[in-house]
C-alpha cells in the first residue's frame, strides 16, 4: 500500500457519488465537511458518475434535495462524456437512444437529433435506463441486425446501488441486447479514461495531482488506472474484500470510506 501522504498532493478529487458520496437518497455523514475542507485548503472537486439515467440539471436538483450546494460546473458525467465522444466521430448523425428522456434531453442540447423513427436512425445510443420498455429494446435489436451504424453505450456497469441492494445498469441490458444480435457497443463512461482526462483539462491538472475516488474497482478503479491518475477505492459502496482481493486490478489506496479523507488532507 502506498504512503497516504501523497494523498495530500492531490489538487483534484474525482468523486463517483452513489456508493461514496451517498446511497441512493441517503447522504452520508462526512460528505458535506469533506467537500468543504477540500475547497478551504484550495483544492477542486468534481462529481464524476457513470449514471446517464439523470442529466447535469438533475444531479444538481438531486445534490440539493441532499443538503449539498452544487452548479453544473461541477459535474463530469458519463452523458457529457458520450455527447463528447459523438461531436468528434459522429457529429451529424440522427440517435436513436435508449435511455431516459432526461438523456434524450442532454443529447439535444448539443445538438444531436433524437428521433423514434427507426427507419432514419443513424447511431444507437444506449444508456442506463429507469424508463426502459419492451417496445426500446425491440427496436434496438430492429435496427442492429438490419444495418451496420455506431452503436455506443453511456457506461457499463452491470448494476446500480439502492438503499435495497442492486437494480440492473447499463451493461446488464446491453448484455440483453449482444444475446439477441450479436452486437457489442463502444463503451464511453468509466472505465474509459475519457471522463477523467475531460474533467483535468477541464479544471487545468495533470494527473498526478488527480484523484479518482470510488466505490468499484471494474469502473472507478480502472478509469483512474487507465487515465493515469491516483485511484482510491472505497468499501462502502459495491466492492467486497472478497472482490477486491479477487480483482487483477489494485487501487493505489484503499479507505472503509470516502470520510477517511478528512484524516489525511
Known sequence: MNDLNLLKQIKLFLFDMDGTLYLGNHLYDFTPKLLETIKQKGNKYLFMTNNSSKSVADYVKKLHSLGITATDDDFMTSSQATAYYLKKHHSDAVLYVCGTESLKAELR??????????????????????????????????????????????????????????????????????????????????????MPQLAMEKMGVNNIQTAVIGDRIYTDIKSGINAGAVSVLVMSGETTKEVLDNSADKPEFVLESAGELLKII
Do not use: H, Q, W
Open 109 to 194: 442540447a448539443n445538438g444531436f437529433e433524437v428521433t423514434d423513427d427507426i427507419d432514419r436512425v443513424e447511431c444507437v445510443v444506449m444508456g442506463f435506463d429507469t424508463e426502459l420498455t419492451f417496445k426500446k429494446l425491440e427496436d434496438v435489436c430492429k435496427i442492429l441486425l438490419t444495418r451496420d451504424i455506431p452503436y455506443i453505450a453511456t457506461n457499463p456497469d452491470y448494476v446500480c446501488p439502492t438503499e435495497f441492494g442492486s437494480v440492473p445498469d447499463c451493461g446488464s441490458v446491453c448484455d440483453m441486447i449482444y444475446n439477441a444480435t450479436k452486437k457489442r457497443p463502444v463503451v464511453i463512461g468509466k472505465p474509459s479514461p475519457i
